[in-house]
């Protein structure tokens, strides 16, 4: 018989689970990190290189006594080994480099960029790690507006580093931006390089789509943060970012399509295909490099990339195992470097070619180390977006929008690598090592140790891995 009660038999209403203040604090700290690598370049224009250094050896620092104090579990054997090789091999490059001062320098701005990744990826599980690098992506894009829009409305020309306002005539490759907001021409943003400046916006651009497809809170603000990226993508009018850009939509189509394979041996048809595409599209993108870059008003040559290369490698001859010693980016004041390559009255400091500059510097052996540390990279972060997650006998879970992340950052560096040596220094570099790092930790998103203990610090684990 059915009886009346005041009593509710569900649960008591209770408020909603919220992350603590020291979990704020440290996903706020992480996403400063993140801004010192996305935007360092504009950090040196600002301050210069020695406060710049300061600025990375403090942050580096505190980065190591957090980790300490958190002690998040992590899977020794689980490490990225194949990028401590390569880090090694740098670093052991100072007993024959021809640069050792310089070496030491850059030798240990690697070891605190990878020592940043490996933070980051060991602190924060992997929805806050892409919420991080979507935060970080946002205040670079915003300074780069605000710094093209401050420079156009109150310097109304040239502006150099340190802030500099030019008394007369300056090369537009020496100025941190040209103040082109209003007179369309190519934006430089806080990067004062156009090139640069489009490969972040590009990184911006998939992040925000990832957090979009993710349904982060607030997705209609992100349309407009893609929006305001786009908009200084296509102002810095660089042709390796486009083609780059092609690249990480070409992936991205693989990846989608690759998902929809249900019988084994399907994805071997797609491969192949796409194998296909991209050795053909590549091809005809290379000896067909005159009528696509006129149509795209750059030089074939890549605004003076092959001349760079040609005199990079005939030096790079001259050491061939070894290579002349570990500097990325190579030290402008150094005897053998400077006024050894000049491009429009500048010094270059790197080869343009990750893959050269690795075969200048550290020699045959080096360039070893890299293929096998990007394979791996690309390897894992690939399988991290195609595979179904999957760790019981449930074969039917949906797949999240965050394991395209490290693969298609993955696709964007390895295009940028073939013309620039960004992927070794910098963000580049840090994505790589806290990407790899954090696909071998944490291969599931929400599974395993580091996943559910930091969960657990947030307030949000309730004891379900779907």
Known sequence: MAMNTSHPVSALPAAPPRETTGHLLLRAWCVFVL???????????????????????????????????????VAVRRLPFLAFGYIAWAGLSLV????????????????????????????????????????????????????????????????????????GSVDPASAWSRGDLFDGGPLQGIFGNADLLATVMLVAIIVFAVRYAARAPRRGLLWAWI??????????????????????????????????????????????????LGLGGGAALWFGRDTVFGALGRGADLVGREGVWADVLARADQHPILGWGFSTPWIASEPLIDGWIVERGQTEVQAHSMWLDAYFQLGGVGVALLVLVMLAYVWRSWFFAVDRPRWDLRADRPYS??????????????????????????????????????????????????????????????????
């Open 96 to 167: 024959w480099s021809a640069w050792p001062a310089a070496s030491l320098l850059t030798w240990a701005l690697l070891v605190a960029t990878s020592v940043q990744g490996l933070f980051i990826g060991s602190v924060l599980t992997w929805r806050d790690v892409v919420g991080a690098v979507a935060s970080a992506a946002k205040w670079v894009v915003a300074a780069s507006l605000l710094f093209e829009l401050a420079v156009a409305v109150f310097v109304r020309g040239p502006l150099l580093p340190g802030f500099a306002v030019p008394e």
């Open 227 to 276: 929006a305001a990226a786009a908009f200084l993508f296509v102002r810095a009018g660089s042709v390796t970012g486009v083609i780059a850009a092609a690249f990480v939509v070409l992936v991205l189509a693989t990846v989608l399509v690759m998902r929809t394979a249900r019988r084994p041996g399907e994805r071997t048809r797609w491969y192949a295909l796409y194998a296909f």
């Open 35 to 73: 801004v010192l690598a996305l935007g360092g370049v504009g950090i040196v224009h600002a301050i210069g290189p020695v406060a710049t250094a300061i600025v990375i050896l403090a942050s580096t620092i505190v980065s190591a006594i957090v980790w300490a104090v958190v002690r998040p579990p």
């Open 401 to 466: 929008p965050l394991t395209l992340l490290p693969t298609l950052v993955g696709g964007l560096l390895v295009v940028q690598g073939l013309t620039d040596s960004t992927p070794l220094v910098s963000w580049g570099w840090l994505f790589v090592v806290l990407f790899a790092s954090k696909i071998k930790q944490s291969p599931l998103i929400g599974v395993g140790p580091a996943e559910q203990s930091i969960a657990i610090e947030r307030g949000e684990f309730r004891g379900s891995a779907s």
